[in-house]
């Protein structure tokens, strides 16, 4: 009888093991175990009310991206680039790429920490009604110690599935991590400080993406390094964010470039490598590019920098730039590395060619600025892209010199608010920085776009121009014809991508 029970004990003592271990290999890690892709872009929030100060650049480096999962284990993801830096008052209105990894693996993850460093904030003060910045205000200020701002908000925690396919866009707040006083000086730039970052899953709520398609990333401009006919794909390196390859499909649109170099409107005939071109691409959610515009600047690689004109040019040769991108030539580079991005350049037109306009197939209005050769029409708030043909760099407090003959008008990104509900073809936009002169609301021209044709301007945060109102605050990536009294034009802005933050 004993025995007996003793055997029906450990019987169902064996029955219980059985269960348990069972119940343990039933149970799986969160997310599923394997892993998921996550793609990360980089935004910027613009500063309110805009008119509190005249940014004319804010330049960061992006060092690491780590995510912590509820283990408390990092996951690094990989930048885009060894040294990636970026102008934060361009992704006003546009997104960089951070960068894709595919290995990360599938659980819930707490936070996500990014390592920035070397701010350099460019700005000015200017009277609201005058054009151009106030004599002698052009000011740039360091940002002293990096930083490692964590993101634990929402849409934290995050839990990733095995095979998962998502992306985060991290936005940077401008106004929190500036100090600026009633006389539009900025006298403080702090990365750590509350809330610089947050973030927001991708893609956006409403905009007028495709299904499968996570956000814009648009005006990569550097040097075409590889081009592959049978896949239709193109690699564009940058001097600062890495390379971007994108793969064109049967709405690409080429732009007028294309035939202004004699090229037609093809991928066989128009990508070419060597070329310097800006492309306009969608990251898809699997991580990979989808070009949705190829526009060829320059048949030959050489020096470019691009930035914002902040004062009226002193003659018609002379102007300044503060600079927000570069491209370098592949070999016998004139400029590298001295020209930092943020920095002021004085730039003379030596024996310049007819000006151009990049218009990438935009609408745009009659105007004074394609062919001309005189600087003195260049107004503050274009941005210009220019080919330098000799350098001096900065010495002390005396800004760098460059020789140009060669200059595009190029795309201007600036924050204000919506003046009147929009249509399908325009809406109004005011407060503008103060610099740019405006005293009324200012139009802004929307391309409808018929690819592959024409483009369309793009929308993040809303999908239309008819969504519009006011008093909402909008960024927009345009090109710039003047609205001031002093430089008035029937269509100011054209432009190609519109954001509601």
Known sequence: MNFRNILASLLSIFAISLVSCSGSKTSTPPG??????????????????PPNTNLLSFIVDVNTITLTSSTGTNVNIPLNATSFSVD????????????????????SYTSITLSISNALVTFCTQLQGNIGCAPGSVTAISGGAAATPKITSSPFPLTLSANQKTGLAINFNLGNALTVNTLQVVSAVNLAATNVLNATALPPTISSLATGQLDFVEDVTGIVMAVNAT????????????SITAIANSSTVFSPNCTAFLLSLTFSSCVVQGHVASIDTVLNSDGTFTLLEYDPLSTTTGDWIEGIVPVIPSSSTQFTLVTNDLVLATSGSVISPSVPLGASVNATLVTPKPFLIDSKGLTIPTNSFAGNTDG?????????????????????????????????????RVSGTVATTGTQATFTIQNLPSFFGMTTPLLVEITQGAPPSTPATNFDGVTSATALSNPQTVSIRALYFGGSTQAPSAMPFSAAKVRVP
């Not at 599923?32 to 309110?48: E, Q, R, V």
Request: positive net charge; charged residues 10%; aromatic residues 6%.
């Open 32 to 49: 599923g175990g394997g892993n998921a892709t996550l793609s990360l872009t980089l935004t910027a929030a613009p500063l309110a009310p």
């Open 88 to 107: 934060l008052t361009k992704l006003q209105s546009d997104s960089a790429f951070l960068g894709t990894s595919a290995t990360v693996p599938a659980g």
């Open 231 to 242: 896949t239709q794909s193109v690699t564009v390196k940058t001097t600062t964010r890495g």
């Open 376 to 412: 003195s029409i260049f107004l503050p708030g274009q941005t210009l892209s220019l080919h330098v043909t000799s350098f001096t760099a900065a010495s002390g407090s005396t800004p760098a010199k460059a020789n140009v003959d060669t200059v595009y008008l190029r795309f201007t």
